[in-house]
């Protein structure tokens, strides 16, 4: 059986979560401990016992990961390029405003009947 390093905790005592999700013959294993990023496995199995056998080295290789690095590297954005010059705004010359023309006449209907009185 493989060994369990400790992860020491504010009271001496080891702390970590194991969570188990099983689906349609594929498991993963996912253990997590406070101030470190989850550590996730995935298996595929036949017995139940066969899985419960790979708990303790999934949680031995979590915790020597997070010996290492207990934290994924923080992703740094890359700068967004420079965005393209825009065209020089071309002033076009004052408008000299029109005075109204007059209302144009409404349009005769030669189809009404005239009007006899």
Do not use: C, H
Not at 38 to 58: C, H, M, N, R, Y
Not at 78 to 104: E, G, N, T, Y
């Amino acid at each position: 059986m493989t060994s369990v390093p400790e992860v020491p905790s504010s009271n001496g005592a080891q702390e970590f979560k194991v969570v188990l999700a099983v689906r349609e013959g594929t498991a993963t294993i996912g253990v997590q401990r406070p101030l470190s990023d989850p550590f996730i496995e995935t298996f595929s199995f036949e017995l139940l016992e066969e899985l419960v056998q790979e708990v303790p080295g999934v949680v031995a290789r979590a915790t020597a990961k997070w010996r290492d690095s207990p934290l994924y590297p923080k992703y740094d954005r890359p700068a967004l390029p420079p965005a393209p010059p825009r065209p020089a705004r071309v002033r076009q010359p004052a408008r000299v405003r029109q005075p109204a023309a007059a209302p144009a006449p409404p349009p005769v209907d030669r189809t009404a009947r005239p009007r006899l009185f």
